[in-house]
T-cell receptor, first 115, second 117 residues
Framework: DGGITQSPKYLFRKEGQNVTLSCEQN?????MYWYRQDPGQGLRLIYYSQIVNDFQKGDIAEGYSVSREKKESFPLTVTSAQKNPTAFYLC??????????????FGEGSRLTVL | AQKVTQAQTEISVVEKEDVTLDCVYETRDTTYYLFWYKQPPSGELVFLIRRNSFDEQNEISGRYSWNFQKSTSSFNFTITASQVVDSAVYFC??????????????FGKGTHLIIQP
């Protein structure tokens, strides 16, 4: 089935540790995104990538890093510099520029808890 | 800057009642796209509808309907004869002129809809 796979679904981390969340898509989409969801805050954009080997900061990029070495993969690293990393993280993809649909396809999310 | 406001944090109704979720947006773009997504307890966001800024026709899909009014910058969502399965968090979102959402969507904070049996 075509879609977006995020792993792990649940993750626990000790303070001061980096952690990497995986996001893989087999939709052949050019663009990929990472959003953070906190209770009552909606979704906020962390990073996005419109094409392989290129990515841009979103609204809340501090304390996070990404890479886009392959079209189908867009991992997110939550670094120790992120002050409040406990949240629900959603990965999404879209066909990309030039295709005026705007619809994002989402994974099931990863819930990160810092102990 | 773009902004989406969903003033209703939580709505609770009894099954079979009609319910309307409000969405107000701000944008300087003349071409833009509006969306509604549903987030059930499983967490994954499910796409419901997309509307472009040039199409102000209301849309109905089964028990769902959407009212887009450019004059008031609103894109409201109505569920008729609500069911328990409609319980979820609903997000309104906005994309810019690229339409492709290449730089991401701007989301409202969501409305938690609770349908009581």
């Amino acid at each position: 089935d075509g879609g977006i796979t995020q792993s792990p679904k649940y993750l626990f981390r000790k303070e001061g540790q980096n952690v990497t969340l995986s996001c893989e898509q087999n939709l052949n989409h050019d663009a990929m995104y990472w959003y953070r969801q906190d209770p009552g805050q909606g979704l906020r954009l962390i990073y996005y990538s419109q094409i392989v080997n290129d990515f841009q900061k979103g609204d809340i990029a501090e304390g996070y890093s990404v890479s886009r070495e392959k079209k189908e993969s867009f991992p997110l690293t939550v670094t120790s510099a992120q002050k409040n990393p406990t949240a629900f993280y959603l990965c999404a993809s879209s066909p990309g520029q030039g295709i005026p649909t705007g619809e994002l396809f989402f994974g099931e999310g990863s819930r990160l808890t810092v102990l | 800057a773009q902004k989406v406001t969903q003033a209703q944090t939580e709505i609770s109704v009894v099954e079979k009642e009609d319910v309307t979720l409000d969405c107000v947006y701000e944008t300087r773009d003349t071409t833009y796209y509006l969306f509604w997504y549903k987030q059930p307890p499983s967490g994954e966001l499910v796409f419901l509808i997309r509307r472009n800024s040039f199409d102000e026709q209301n849309e109905i899909s089964g028990r769902y309907s959407w009212n887009f009014q450019k004059s008031t910058s609103s894109f409201n969502f109505t569920i008729t004869a609500s069911q328990v399965v409609d319980s979820a968090v609903y997000f309104c979102a906005l994309s810019g002129a690229s339409g492709g959402g290449a730089d991401g969507l701007t989301f409202g904070k969501g409305t938690h809809l609770i349908i009581q049996p």
